[in-house]
């Protein structure tokens, strides 16, 4: 196995991994103190972060539920904010072949990182001719539902994308705000507030979505030890989303992974 294995130190503790793949990093655990290292504080955060769940967290009341209606006319949208620049090809925001569909990770707007993000993401769905969907982790941060009292018959939601006035309607200004940036770029923009957690939850909406290219962060390549713990790791991201991935950095590159 060539190089360290980090990102695969979370599956092996959680049993995860295929038997050929966890008997490879068993061998080069065998040899390199440094991954043993990092796999001793792994297995001591997982124990903290497992003791941790039992503690009392926020209100949920923190994050309003989704309470979805029918879907909102395109004519009933909130008027539009104004944006930043953003450098666009030429032709942004037409359409130019088969509607397809930009997932972009995105937060609650205080991370530069995301803005980096959903910056990339809009330039990409212009110069495919995309249409874009902001994948909201902020829930990530709670240990709730978003949509629990949002249930109706056979147990779901509705629906679970939101366009401007709806986000705005259901207390998530942050993505009216960056819906509102999309629209006066040219693009058709949603949102859509995840359920569940890390690789898992951006799988899901990949596969309700069909989404042929999810832009995340640069930043998930080398994530720091809590995440990697929760198996939010681009090796996890990379095994379970069913979709070309993107990572962008801070200064607006954009680098494919295999």
């Known amino acids: 196995m060539n190089g360290h294995v980090h990102d695969e130190l979370p599956a092996l503790l959680n049993g995860e991994l295929p038997p050929a793949a966890a008997a490879a990093v068993h061998a080069h655990l065998a040899t390199c103190d440094r991954c043993r290292l990092e796999l001793a504080a792994v297995s001591f955060a997982a124990g903290e972060l ?16 989704l309470r979805l209606g029918p879907p909102v006319g395109a004519g009933e949208e909130l008027p539009a904010e104004a944006a930043g620049p ?72 509705r629906s679970s994308l939101l366009s401007q006035r709806t986000a705005s309607r259901l207390g998530r200004p942050y993505l009216a705000s960056q819906l509102a940036e999309a629209r006066q770029l040219g693009l058709d923009g949603a949102a859509w507030v ?53 990572l962008a950095d801070l200064d607006g590159t954009l680098a494919e992974v295999d």
């Open 194 to 246: 995840a359920r569940g957690h890390g690789p898992d939850a951006l799988a899901a909406a990949c596969e309700v979505l069909d989404a042929e290219r999810v832009v995340l962060p640069a930043a998930v390549a080398a994530p720091p030890l809590i995440d990697r713990v929760r198996g939010h790791t681009l090796a996890a991201f990379r095994r379970r989303v069913p979709a070309r991935i993107s």
């Open 50 to 65: 497992r003791a941790a769940a039992r503690l009392p967290f926020a209100d949920p009341a923190e994050l309003p539920p």
């Open 86 to 157: 953003l450098d666009l090809p030429a032709g942004g925001g037409q359409r130019i072949g088969p509607a397809a569909v930009v997932l972009a990770a995105t937060d609650d707007g205080l991370d530069p990182a995301y803005q980096a993000t959903r910056q990339a993401a809009f330039a990409v769905a212009a110069r495919e001719g995309a249409r874009v969907v902001l994948f909201d982790r902020s829930p990530e941060l709670y240990l709730v539902d978003p949509y629990e009292q949002a249930s109706g018959n056979g147990g779901g939601p």
